[in-house]
């Protein structure tokens, strides 16, 4: 079989999404390779590639190109401008407004709640010898903190997570398909819900971040229009929840399924920081994601035609043999472990320090909680959630005592 022959790149096949990495060695024996699926792509993998990419937004641009597909896909969102799907200056002007939400203070500050969300959600599971990871911890703990610090009410939680999963679902409607019905619906209520609450803060401001973001610099030109905080809290609701769900999923799997590196997390605590790192590089909550060239532009010696849609793999990167000694192998205290799971240059995530602190918290309550911790059925087939780009378990069953 040829080089050319082994490349199958399918984010609909539910096999595919199951476990994409036998899927992305091919692709590091040489420069991206184009294939044309619903419109041109480039598959850029190799960890120099990546991160060359990312860094040069002069020519690998965040703003998608006017295509049906795209479009109705992004237009969800609403027609402001969004810091992920923008370049310089709306880009930096837009960076530069909605970093004041994730100051280190900010952050530090919300280190207690995520503690008390997180014992909160362990002592609901407490009288059981079986949980589920998933469905107990990693998913309702990101958005519990998403939503405090929205200022949103204890109340609306489930209905938030509703909203959200729904939205990330839509990710697998494949190529020629229109979105379901419901996932329109889940936007329309997202944006409808803090459209009113925006207004809300106005006429009596609190200390949650959309508070933050609706007083900042009132009265000048440097602050968010309404429809752009709209954008950017469903954006923060959505991506800020479901990426750090994955990262406490992904990262209990890799730990069951490497047990001689789970009983040294126990032995040696103080790996945990470090833990968190390779659980983001060995099987990160983002798979890839995708940037746009308007003019002809050469990645690794490779041509790619202007109107190529380039996705950037980042868990591809991420076990490159080129950057990282025995890539396939999970290694809590790996040093160094410059992976790219954040992305890199000035789109790097703004919430990477907020999921690093929630994923440590939450996996060392884990630990603290239980001594002993098994695969409830290890035999098995996982489920993943439908969506490639953001890679997180339907389901985690575990044993426990």
């Known amino acids: 079989m040829s080089e050319a022959e082994q490349i199958y790149f399918n984010p609909w096949d539910d096999a595919f999404r199951a476990n994409p990495y036998p899927y992305y060695k091919p692709l590091m024996s040489g420069p991206p390779r184009l294939l044309k699926v619903f419109l041109p792509m480039a598959l850029v993998a190799r960890y120099a590639d990546c991160a060359a990419v990312l860094r040069d937004h002069e020519h690998f641009s965040s703003v998608p190109p006017r295509s049906p597909f795209l479009e109705e896909r992004i237009s969800v969102f609403g027609d402001a401008p969004r810091v992920v799907f923008s370049d310089p200056p709306v880009h930096t002007r837009l960076r530069r407004l909605v970093s004041r939400a994730f100051t280190p203070r900010r952050i530090r500050e919300l280190e207690g709640k995520i503690r008390e969300f997180t014992e909160l959600l362990l002592d609901r599971a407490a ?38 999963d729904i939205v990330i679902e839509s990710d697998n409607t494949p190529p020629g398909m229109p979105l379901p019905q419901k996932v329109r619906d889940a936007f329309t209520a997202l944006r409808e819900y803090f459209v009113a609450e925006i207004e809300r803060r106005r006429r009596d401001p609190g200390d949650d971040l959309v508070s933050v973001l609706v007083a900042a610099h009132e009265g000048s030109e440097e602050v968010l229009s309404e429809s752009e905080l709209v954008a950017f809290v469903v ?35 103080e790996l945990i ?10 099987d990160g909550p983002v798979q890839a994601t995708m940037r746009y060239i308007r003019q002809d532009a050469e990645i690794a010696g490779a041509r790619i035609p202007a109107g190529t849609l380039i996705f950037v793999l980042l868990a591809a990167a991420n076990r490159d043999p080129a950057a990282f000694v025995e890539p396939e192998t999970f290694d809590i205290a790996r040093a160094p472990n410059d992976h790219l799971a954040f992305g890199e240059g000035i789109h790097f995530c703004i919430g990477a320090p907020l ?47």
């Open 127 to 164: 009288h059981r010898d079986r949980i589920d990871v998933m469905a107990d911890l990693a998913n309702p703990l990101p958005v519990m903190v998403i939503a405090h610090m929205l200022g949103v009410p204890t109340e609306h939680y489930a209905m938030f997570k509703q909203w959200s």
């Open 235 to 269: 954006l923060l609701l959505l991506a800020g929840n479901e990426t750090t769900t994955n990262l406490i999923g992904n990262g209990t799997l890799a730990l069951m399924r490497n047990p001689e590196q789970l009983e040294r997390l126990r032995r040696e605590p």
């Open 273 to 282: 920081r470090s833990a968190i790192e390779e659980m983001l590089r060995y």
């Open 355 to 401: 999921a690093r602190m929630e994923g440590a918290i939450a996996m060392s309550a884990l630990l603290g909680r239980y001594r002993n911790i098994r695969a409830a059925a290890p035999e098995a087939p996982l489920k993943y959630k439908g969506s490639f780009f953001l890679r997180g378990l339907a389901a985690l069953p575990l044993t426990v005592s």
